[in-house]
């Protein structure tokens, strides 16, 4: 059982930034005890000294480090409590257990996540993110590990991520906990690295590639003496080489500048 004493006037409040604040919570609903330490009663946590500050001036408000407590391992969950996450990567009020499944060597388990984890919210990432899709490709297999809440990705370079660099939700589309990876400053940069010479010039030779594939489909469609079995198996050939040849362009060109939407509807014709 767990006792506390209820603060006095006399109880100061640490104004010393105990950690960074990209993994820090800001709670109000607290006791402060006697001894410097705070009972956070939403998330059921005792932080005591030197893993909490208030700002000056903002004595109600407390800042927490739920990683810097032995108590429980912290993770950072996408959206509050009593909401999930769209497949655009938007919250959205859904009520649902945070209950994920969670692993130790070769064992799991599922745990409520409110009580074994120290829970951190929001999205932790400068600039954008990409989710895990493990039902869709295999290489995305991951877990978290039950000590510490680490994302593993044994299939990745960098394979295990701390709450600074990922956050975990559910998306109740899919009916899947699935975590949100940040794309980091040196992703960005290989990603531009990628983009040679030869990958520039690519879309440029497909485009020069789909004027004449188109050139060829119009000498066939008006030329009736070559419309014969052969004729029209080429036509639809080039006809559809053409248009794979245009998305592709138009991917390649675009590269993480085009929109979801029209990187998508490239995908589907390009799949079609």
């Given amino acids: ?75 950072r969950k996408c959206c509050p409590m009593g909401q999930g996450m769209t497949n655009k990567m938007e919250c959205f009020d859904y009520d649902h257990n945070f209950n994920i499944e969670v692993k130790e060597e070769d064992d799991s388990k599922m745990v409520e996540g409110k009580k074994h984890f120290a829970l951190l919210y929001g999205n932790p990432c400068k600039n954008k993110r990409f989710v895990l899709e493990p039902d869709v490709h295999t290489d995305d297999e991951f877990w978290i590990r039950a000590s510490d809440g680490v994302l593993v990705t044994p299939h990745y370079d960098m394979s295990e991520y701390g709450p600074d660099s990922f956050c975990l939700d559910y998306y109740p589309e899919r009916k899947l906990h699935l975590p949100a990876i940040c794309i980091t400053e040196d992703m960005l940069e290989d990603d531009d690295d990628s983009k040679s010479l030869a990958f520039k010039i690519y879309p440029i030779f497909m485009i020069i590639s789909t004027i004449f594939l188109l050139a060829t489909f119009l000498v066939y469609a008006l030329i009736p003496e070559l419309r014969n079995l052969h004729g029209m198996c080429l036509m639809s050939h080039v006809g559809s080489l053409s248009v794979t040849y245009i998305f592709l362009a138009i991917v390649q060109i675009g590269g993480k500048d085009i929109s979801d939407d029209l990187c998508r509807a490239s995908g589907k014709m390009l799949f079609i």
Avoid at 24 to 29: D, Y
Avoid at 44 to 62: A, K, M, Q, R
């Fill in 1 to 75: 059982m767990f006792l506390w004493c209820p603060s006095s006037s006399s109880t100061s409040l640490s104004t010393t930034i105990s950690c960074s604040t990209n993994v820090s919570l800001a709670i109000t609903n607290v006791t402060v005890n006697e001894d410097g330490s705070i009972w956070d009663h939403e998330g059921e946590i005792l932080y005591p000294p030197g893993t909490h500050w208030s700002n000056p001036g903002e004595e109600d408000v407390h800042m927490v480090c739920p990683c810097n407590i032995n108590e429980r391992p912290c993770l």
